[in-house]
């Protein structure tokens, strides 16, 4: 009895600890507008009562984004305020940065509509990690973290048919570079191009589930709901670079509720699906709030603000088929991320100049669906012992407007997942 009391002891303590270290060492949480939403967040092949673990890198790229619409746009024109000359001085002239317009004259109401698109381009890559430790027969522990590099830049492309009643030759062209440098500076903006080693957001939680066997007419089933938090971890967006993305939460804590279920319909055929409520918690921090018509990412004012995020609801079915060929198999699956309406407050002593609190609180509903392809090759396959043998997979993410892509980035993925089990 001794014995096997120092045996659970030492395996509980042993799972902390490698949960400790995951957590300190990187972290997890793509879930916003910007990357792949559960990029590194596929359903466990293995279906044993054992230490799961997966060890997954990945890429990501970008170079466009659906707007309020779901119409394709430039990779920083997801939201409804487009990029002006005109916007960017009037509000540098309503928030008292300035004291006269930066913008020639007879050039201002040329300037009135624009014309400017913010385009650009994201790539990235990182090393993801996922672990879940069923301690008992119905309840166990689980991680999810990642490790990235993230660069991202922003390309201001002028309307050329707008230009063309303002541009008359290489001279005007110099100065309208020379007048939006001085605009940026005047707004303590730094050049837009941005790069990032960044640890995302980590989720810890704890699982209730249940295992049969032939039942409901299905060979297996594993059905499970986990309780959770999102640990803010993931390096905030640096509010005067307008490229500049977070990699999570953008510091932000949360809480989520997930439900799933895996079946194996018949021989080789297995479906999963999963539905998350997550709400992260308010919070007050520096921000950039427009003050007029100009872009969130271009805001002139500077303050502290109370961010009341809305809930996030993800739905993500998966179906898989196993043993096509000697261990080889191949997945399908989807993710549909829907952030509701988050709510800001100016938290500013001198609030004399109103910031335009409207734009954010529309702009901050967003929805992406995302199609995943992938196959996978079970190295135990046909082994007697599984002597540590994991399953390699590949997986392809691809952006699709099936129901509500809106106000997100269009971000490509592509992963190779390591997942084996104790």
Request: net charge neutral; hydrophobic share 40%; proline share 5%.
């Amino acid at each position: 009895m001794y014995n096997v009391r120092m045996r659970r002891y030492f395996n509980l303590t042993t799972c902390a600890s490698l949960l400790v270290l995951l957590i300190n060492g990187t972290t997890h949480g793509m879930m916003n507008r910007f990357l792949v939403p559960f990029l590194e967040r596929k359903p466990f092949i293995a279906h044993h009562p054992n230490f799961l673990w997966s060890i997954q890198p990945f890429i990501l790229t970008a170079d466009s984004a659906y707007d309020e619409h779901g119409n394709d746009k430039g990779l920083f024109d997801f939201n409804y305020q487009n990029y002006g000359l005109r916007q960017l001085d009037d509000a540098l002239l309503a928030s008292q940065r300035t004291t006269q317009s930066l913008i020639r004259s007879d050039w201002r109401a040329s300037l009135s509509n624009g014309p400017y698109e913010m385009g650009g381009c994201l790539h990235g890559m990182g090393l993801a990690f996922n672990a879940f430790w069923p301690f008992c027969d119905h309840f166990g522990l689980g991680a999810r973290t990642a490790l990235m590099q993230i660069d991202t830049a922003l390309e201001l492309l002028p309307d050329m048919h707008m230009f063309e009643n303002i541009s008359q030759g290489p001279g005007d062209e110099r100065e309208l570079i020379l007048i939006r440098e001085r605009i940026h500076q005047a707004m303590g903006l730094v050049p837009p191009v941005y790069s990032s080693f960044s640890a995302s957001d980590t989720e810890i939680y704890g699982k209730l589930y249940t295992v049969r066997d032939y039942e409901y007419k299905c060979q297996y089933i594993d059905a499970g709901i986990a309780l959770g938090a999102v640990l803010p971890t993931a390096q905030r967006r640096d509010i005067n670079n307008p490229a500049s993305i977070p990699c999570g939460e953008n510091g932000l804590w949360g809480l989520f509720v997930e439900g799933n279920v895996d079946a194996t319909l018949k021989e080789n055929w297995w479906l999963s699906v999963l539905l998350r409520f997550q709400q992260c918690l308010p919070q007050t921090a520096l921000h950039r709030m427009p003050v007029d018509k100009e872009p969130a990412n271009y805001g002139a004012l500077i303050g502290p603000a109370r961010v009341k995020p809305g809930f996030t609801l993800v739905f993500s079915p998966y179906l898989m088929f196993e043993n096509i060929r000697a261990g080889l198999g191949l997945r399908l699956g989807y993710t549909l991320v829907r952030h509701f309406r988050d709510c800001w407050t100016d938290c500013r002593k001198d609030r004399t100049i109103p910031a335009n609190l409207e734009t954010l609180n529309n702009d901050s509903v967003w929805g992406i669906g995302h199609v995943h392809c992938g196959m996978f090759y079970d190295l135990a396959h046909g082994r007697r012992k599984h002597a540590l043998m994991p399953i390699i997979s590949l997986t392809v993410d691809i952006p699709v407007d099936w129901f509500v892509s809106e106000r997100a980035m269009k971000t490509y993925g592509v992963s190779l997942a390591v997942e084996s089990y104790f």
